[in-house]
Structure formats: structure tokens, C-alpha cells
């Protein structure tokens, strides 16, 4: 039972990371390596908030195209981009302004990614247009995950990847916290 509607959970999310501010680099360091991070700018470093290190998993080659869902300040847009190299493109998507904002001033040294605001259940990209799709800790906050997966087929080449790290439970969560607009936020 859905315990928000739709258009509730997206502002609860949207006021949650668009208040997010960094707490260093903790994230960061648990899930990269010190050679990967340290040619990062520091914003995208120290606001990582992922679960994981989704790029490790993709098996980026030079010249693909990557799609980032829910890429917040752009830790693994700028992964991805290094990994495709300068033939390659990664379009690092979010619905939150002020991590658009934040991802394009982390990526405005490369010549290789573009960052839109936009929504993982309706994914702004042509069909067949992405070979990679990466995602970090974003799926869990979409209230229609059938309907993101069903986009990301949509936009995935033949033959395309999907490379997701997000949350798994275990168990039924508590009805209380199923209730809480800070634990929908993560």
C-alpha cells in the first residue's frame, strides 16, 4: 500500500535534496577509490550520496553513450565520462535543481557530458539512444519503479547495459517509518 501519492513523494524528495549539504567526502571514500576521486572536483566528492559504485559494474568501453539516473552532483556522471573517454557521452539526468545546478558546475570541464533536470520516470532521451544506463541509490525513491525501468528499456540500444546499486530490504519495513517523509527521502 502506498502510503504517498505520487506528486507527495516527489516533493518530499525534491525538498529533501534540494536542502542536502555535504558532510565530507564519507560516502565517497566507502564505495571509490583514492585514484578515482582525487581528479574530481571536490563538490561532486563530498556530495556523493549513493549506495554503492555503479560505474565499477558497467563496463564502460570508449565511445559509449551512459545515461546517469538521479546523477545529484555528478560523482558518477564524471566516472562514466572518464571511462567513455572524449568519443563517448554521458547525459547525467535529475529531477532536483540544485543538484542540476551542482552537476553542471562539477562537469563544466567536460567536453563530454550534459546534465538535464528531468524525471527517471519519464526520461527526456530518444528511444534505442543510450548503450549504458547507471544509477546510484535513486531507484528506491521513485514511487513507480515499473514505469522507470520501463523508460530505461525504452531509451536502451539493443544489446544496452543497466548498472544499478540501490537498497535492498531484507524484511517489511515498520508501518511508522513507512509513513515518514524523511525515511521516503532516505
Known amino acids: 500500500m502506498a ?4 506528486d ?3 516533493e518530499i524528495i525534491l525538498g529533501a535534496y534540494g536542502r542536502v549539504r555535504s558532510d565530507g567526502a564519507s560516502v565517497a571514500t566507502a ?3 583514492p585514484e578515482e576521486l582525487e581528479a574530481l572536483p571536490r563538490d561532486a566528492v563530498e556530495m556523493a550520496l549513493g549506495v554503492g559504485h555503479p560505474i565499477r559494474h558497467a563496463g564502460l568501453r570508449a565511445g559509449e553513450t551512459v545515461l546517469d539516473l538521479g546523477c545529484g552532483a555528478g560523482i558518477d556522471t564524471l566516472l ?3 571511462a567513455v573517454g572524449p568519443t563517448g557521452h554521458v547525459t547525467g539526468l535529475d529531477m532536483t535543481p540544485e543538484m542540476v545546478e551542482r552537476a553542471r558546475r562539477n562537469a563544466a570541464d567536460a567536453a563530454n557530458v550534459e546534465i538535464r533536470q528531468g524525471e527517471i520516470e519519464e526520461i527526456p532521451l530518444p528511444d534505442a539512444s543510450v ?3 547507471v ?3 535513486v531507484l528506491n525513491l521513485s514511487t513507480r519503479k515499473s514505469r522507470v525501468l520501463a523508460e530505461s528499456f525504452r531509451v536502451l ?3 544496452g547495459r543497466i548498472s544499478i546499486t540501490d537498497l535492498v530490504l531484507e524484511e517489511a519495513l515498520p508501518e511508522d517509518v513507512l509513513k ?3 525515511a521516503l527521502a532516505g
Open 8 to 10: 507527495e513523494a516527489r
Open 135 to 137: 544509477s546510484n541509490g
Open 180 to 182: 515518514s517523509p524523511a
Open 157 to 159: 540500444r539493443p544489446g
Open 31 to 33: 564505495f571509490y577509490g
Open 80 to 82: 562514466a565520462a572518464r
Open 3 to 6: 502510503h504517498f501519492r505520487d
Open 131 to 133: 548503450d549504458v544506463i
